[in-house]
């Protein structure tokens, strides 16, 4: 459990719960309580009484249902008090296994895919609270705090000096539930380009594998894993796309702000949530090439081996063309008949090798020049 309270550029992180349920907690600022979702499930009445205080309102039993829910997909809901985000994390976990959910997407293929985290990321966010339930591992939490953290002691650094800008200390510190939610959302957006380098690269390997000709590739049902997990990568990401998308037009569905202040702050949300619906458009497009380019490995794999099977019948006719004629001097002289041209002679023998030899050379050297026994350039 990690407790911060924010206030301009200043963050102070809390170590309870109980101060932040008194009157007059938070005045200027709001807060962002980060719990794991055994810590939500065992702090929830003080969670609930903390949002009651500075809200005026709880949350619902659904919703803390899909907070809870170590399974469901991403998605965006929302009453008249607060909004909720569920968003499906892809990065590369080392965390235990809980028991019942399902953070691995596959145990064959790719040892990437056999150590990807999907599981959810639960955001319900107020006007002066934001509220966040993680995986047990908290590692999205941890991560994004230490930022925030680093992010306040630079701006105390530098508070000496008058900002030209007050939009510059925004850009460091999140200014409001809803624009940290975001980042923190961002955040898990880009933790995929890691585990987008590692999965291209071995996805690249498997394909070159299928398309050398002289590989024996054996290992289909791994194969098969990687594209159902592919798949499903896909859609996770639908999904993730389609919640942020839901976002975005509840936002826009809002009246706008009649003070230039709250209505500069509203385009600045606006403008980070395209930014991160941006994100995750790039995410899908490249989950969408890969599984792409595994369909396509497959296909000219077996393209490659029907080419390849192809020549061998190629070779094996013109080989066969040779030796017809061959076979048939050697079954017409083979016959049993008494009166043979050659078959008294004392060079016969010679004569009948030399024909031979002489009509396969000139069927060789025609097929050759045909290119008949010719190898294909790969």
């Given at each position: ?56 309102t709880q949350l619902v039993d659904l919703h803390v249902s899909d907070l809870l829910n170590d399974q469901l ?297 045909k290119r008949y026994l010719a190898r294909t350039g790969r």
């Open positions: 459990m990690r407790l911060f309270e924010i206030t301009g550029s200043q963050v102070d992180e809390h170590d309870a719960l109980a101060p932040l349920a008194m009157p007059g907690a938070c005045r200027n600022g709001y807060l962002w309580l980060s719990l794991t979702r055994e810590e939500f499930r065992t702090a929830l009445s003080d969670v609930q009484g903390i949002l009651q205080s500075l809200c005026g997909p991403s998605h965006y809901d929302y009453t008249s008090q607060y909004d909720v985000v569920v968003f499906r994390r892809l990065a590369a976990g080392h965390g235990p296994v809980p028991a019942d959910g399902e953070p691995r997407l596959a145990r064959g293929g790719p040892p990437v895919l056999r150590r990807v985290d999907t599981r959810p990321v639960g955001f319900a966010v107020f006007d002066r609270v934001l509220l966040s339930v993680h995986p047990d591992d908290g590692a999205v939490r941890d991560s994004y705090a230490a930022k925030l953290l680093a992010a306040a002691r630079s701006d105390r650094t530098e508070g000496a000096v008058p900002a030209l800008d007050a939009r510059a200390v925004s850009a460091r510190v999140p200014t409001g539930p809803a624009d940290l939610m975001l980042r923190v959302v961002n955040q898990i957006v880009d933790a995929y380009l890691d585990l987008r380098r590692e999965l291209t690269r071995q996805l690249d390997h498997w394909q070159a594998e299928l398309i050398d000709p002289k590989s024996r590739f054996t290992n289909w049902s791994a194969l098969m894993e990687a594209r159902q997990s592919l798949h499903r990568l896909d859609e996770i990401c639908e999904d993730q796309r389609a919640a942020i998308q839901d976002w975005i037009d509840a936002m826009e569905t809002l009246p706008p702000p009649s003070a230039p202040p709250e209505l500069r702050e509203r385009e600045l949300l606006m403008v980070r949530s395209r930014d991160v619906l941006e994100h995750i458009e790039r995410v899908v497009h490249h989950v969408r090439r890969l599984e792409q380019n595994a369909e396509t490995a497959v296909q000219m794999h077996f393209s490659v081996q029907s080419h390849r099977a192809n020549d061998i019948m190629r070779v094996l006719t013109a080989l066969t063309a040779i030796f017809l004629p061959l076979n048939l001097i050697a079954g017409i002289f083979g016959m049993n008949f008494e009166f043979i041209p050659l078959v008294h002679k004392a060079d016969g023998f010679w004569i009948a090798m030399g024909a031979m030899g002489v009509i396969a050379v000139v069927l060789v050297v025609v097929f050759w020049r």
